[in-house]
């Protein structure tokens, strides 16, 4: 059964520091993982999609790694905003048990710039 | 192009009560799915519904089903509500073809469901 861990649970950084938001999967027979941002009470923002055959992707200050052998994807956030201050999500796409796709969800890391 | 988009935003109801939860998705996106959060569970899925049957159902009791029209707008019904049905329910649409949906999702604001 897959497990999506997001470590760690909360992060609080001065504005401006790069920073590294991680998610690991137990089984890597993916078809793609997702990084979501969610701000308080709100709906999903995605923010970067991994085809499992990629390695990774970019998207402004953002950058996404997925290394399915280790069951590890990295998300990259170049000199913090406050702005960025969010929970993360990541998730992974893999067949279900009735061969149809579904998403197994990371609980999320909550993310905090200081000004 | 717009968003998806969900309706009502806010809702409180009494136990035993049903609900019903309006999703419309981006244009041209075929598939619709279900996701219920609570701070407890994080995020679960519901059920997927393209071309207007449901494709994919996680683990609910059966309280919960839902539909999906022509023009792919969908909703979502809870029926006979519990305390423990308060939580943020979000739909989410992808381009989707007749194959596994492996697509992008994009997700709506969500439904803030309170029970009391």
């Known amino acids: 059964k897959q497990e999506v861990t997001q470590i760690p649970a909360a992060l609080s950084v001065p504005e401006g520091e790069n920073l590294v938001l991680n998610c690991s999967f137990t089984?890597?027979?993916?078809?793609?993982l997702q990084w979501f941002r969610q701000d308080p009470g709100k709906g999903l923002t995605s923010l970067l999609l991994?085809?499992?055959s990629q390695r990774e992707q970019t998207s402004g200050r953002l950058n996404a790694s997925l290394d399915k052998s280790s069951g590890r994807s990295t998300l990259y956030i170049a000199a913090s905003q406050p702005g960025d201050s969010a929970t993360y999500l990541c998730?992974?796409?893999?067949?279900?048990?009735?061969?149809?796709?579904?998403?197994?969800w990371g609980a999320g890391t909550k993310l905090i710039i200081k000004p | 192009k717009a968003g998806v988009t969900q309706t009502p935003r806010y809702l409180i109801k009494t136990r035993g009560q049903q609900v019903t939860l309006s999703c419309s998705p981006i244009?041209?996106?075929?598939?619709v799915s279900w996701y219920q959060q609570t701070p407890g569970q994080g995020l679960q899925f519901l059920f997927e519904?393209?071309?207007?049957?449901?494709?994919n159902k996680g683990n609910f009791p059966g309280r919960f089903s839902g539909r999906q029209f022509s023009n792919s707008r969908s909703e979502m019904n809870v029926s006979t509500l519990e305390l423990g049905d308060s939580a943020l329910y979000l739909c989410?649409?992808?381009?989707?073809?007749?194959?596994?949906?492996?697509?992008?999702?994009?997700f709506g604001p969500g439904t803030r469901l309170t029970v009391t």
């Open positions: 244009s041209g996106h075929r598939s």
């Open positions: 989410a649409s992808s381009y989707r073809t007749s194959g596994i949906g492996t697509y992008e999702q994009y």
């Open positions: 089984d890597s027979a993916i078809y793609n």
């Open positions: 991994i085809q499992s």
């Open positions: 519904y393209f071309s207007e049957t449901q494709r």
């Open positions: 998730a992974v796409g893999q067949r279900g048990s009735d061969s149809n796709y579904q998403l197994i």
